[in-house]
C-alpha cells in the first residue's frame, strides 16, 4: 500500500476515509423524473445520423491503423477523434474511449485491447470538438448553462457518447452487441450517466470515476472541477436541483451491464467518496468488480505496478487480447 502521505495541497485528499468507510458510502436518491428525463434525451439521440467521416492520421503506427474521424452530435454538434483499427489483427470488438477534462491531443497507442476498434472522442468544447461559445477549459466547461437542466454541457456530452456508439456502429455493423465504454474522471462520470439509457453497450469500465454523489461532491475541497461548480453555488444554490439530475452514483444504480471500476483512495482532483459512490451503487453481481487504487491524479510509489495490473484487469475484461 502507498496511499501519498506527502502532498502540496491544503486539504487531505483521502478526505479522512478509511476503506470501510468507503465501501459503506451509498447513491443519493433520485429525484422525480430523472428516468424520463435521460430517456428522454437518449431516444432523441438515436435519431441523430452520425454520418462519420474518416480522415487519414496524422501519425504512423506499429500497431494500429490511425484515422481522424468527424461525426455528427446532437444539436448538430460536429465531434472530432480518432479511430484505431489493429493491424493484422481482425476487429473482434469496439470500444468507445472516453477522456478527462484536460481532453486529448491525441489516441491512446498503449490501451490494453488489441483486438478492438478503438473510437476516442473528444466531447463537445474540448480538444478536436471546438464549439464556442462552450470553453474547451475545464473550469469554464463544467459551468456552460449549468443553469438550464436540458441544455446543460453535462448532458450533451452524454449524448456524444451515446452518437459516438451510433457512429462505430456505423462503420462496424457486426459489431452490434460488442461495443463496450472505456471512461477515466470526466470520461468515467460521463459513461455512468449513458449506460443505463444505451442497452448497445455491451459493458463498461469506469476509470476515477467524477459526478458521483453531488450533495458529497459539492462540500468537499478539490482541484477538479467541482472547484469551480462549488464557487458557482455560493450564489446560485439553486443549482442543486439540477445537478440532482447529473449524478453518476444515481444513474449508476441502474446500470445492468457487466462493470469494472477502478477508485482510488486518494485523490485531489476527484473525491474518493464521490467515485467510490458510483462503484458501491453498482447492483451487486458477480460480473462487477471494483479495483481499489491507492490514488489517483497523483503519482505515488506504486503507481506503474498498480497500472499494470489495471491493464490486465481491462484486457481481460473486454475479453479479448
Not at 464549439?131 to 448553462?145: E, F, K, T
Not at 453497450?201 to 472541477?225: C, H, K
Request: proline residues 9%; charged residues 20%; contains cysteine.
Amino acid at each position: 500500500m502507498s496511499i501519498p502521505t506527502v502532498h502540496p495541497y491544503p486539504f487531505d485528499p483521502t478526505y479522512g476515509y478509511g476503506l470501510e468507510a468507503l465501501l459503506a458510502l451509498t447513491p443519493p436518491e433520485a429525484p422525480q423524473g430523472f428516468d424520463a428525463f435521460w430517456a428522454r434525451r437518449y431516444e432523441r439521440a438515436l435519431k441523430v445520423k452520425p454520418q462519420p467521416e474518416l480522415l487519414p492520421g496524422a501519425s504512423d503506427h506499429d500497431d494500429w491503423h490511425v484515422r481522424e474521424i468527424r461525426f455528427t452530435s446532437t444539436d448538430r454538434v460536429r465531434i472530432g477523434g480518432w479511430l484505431l483499427t489493429p493491424k493484422g489483427r481482425e476487429v473482434q470488438r469496439g470500444i468507445v474511449v472516453g477522456h478527462g477534462y484536460g481532453g486529448r491531443d491525441a489516441p491512446d497507442y498503449d490501451y490494453p485491447v488489441k483486438d478492438a476498434a478503438l473510437l476516442f472522442p473528444c466531447f463537445r468544447g474540448m480538444s478536436k470538438s471546438p464549439h464556442p461559445p462552450i470553453s474547451g477549459n475545464a473550469v469554464w466547461h463544467v459551468l456552460h448553462h449549468i443553469d438550464k437542466p436540458e441544455r446543460y454541457v453535462i448532458g450533451g456530452c452524454v449524448e456524444d457518447l451515446w452518437i459516438a456508439v451510433s457512429a462505430l456502429s456505423t462503420l462496424f455493423p457486426k459489431l452490434a452487441g460488442r461495443i463496450g465504454y472505456s471512461g477515466i474522471s470526466f470520461g468515467g462520470g460521463i459513461g455512468a450517466l449513458a449506460m443505463p439509457y444505451d442497452r448497445r453497450i455491451d459493458r463498461g469500465f469506469l476509470e476515477v470515476p467524477t459526478f458521483g454523489n453531488r450533495p458529497l461532491w459539492l462540500t468537499l475541497p478539490s482541484t477538479g472541477s467541482a472547484a469551480s461548480v462549488q464557487a458557482y453555488r455560493r450564489t446560485h444554490p439553486e443549482v442543486d436541483e439540477t445537478l440532482r439530475l447529473f449524478d453518476s452514483a444515481t444513474a449508476a444504480t441502474r446500470i445492468t451491464q457487466p462493470m469494472l471500476v477502478a477508485a482510488a483512495r486518494f485523490d485531489p482532483a476527484v473525491a474518493p467518496p464521490c467515485q467510490f459512490s458510483v462503484a458501491n451503487a453498482l447492483p451487486k453481481s458477480k460480473f462487477n468488480e471494483t479495483f481499489i487504487l491507492d490514488a489517483g491524479h497523483f503519482d505515488y510509489p506504486d503507481a506503474a505496478v498498480q497500472h499494470n495490473l489495471l491493464c490486465e484487469k481491462v484486457r481481460q475484461f473486454f475479453g479479448v487480447t
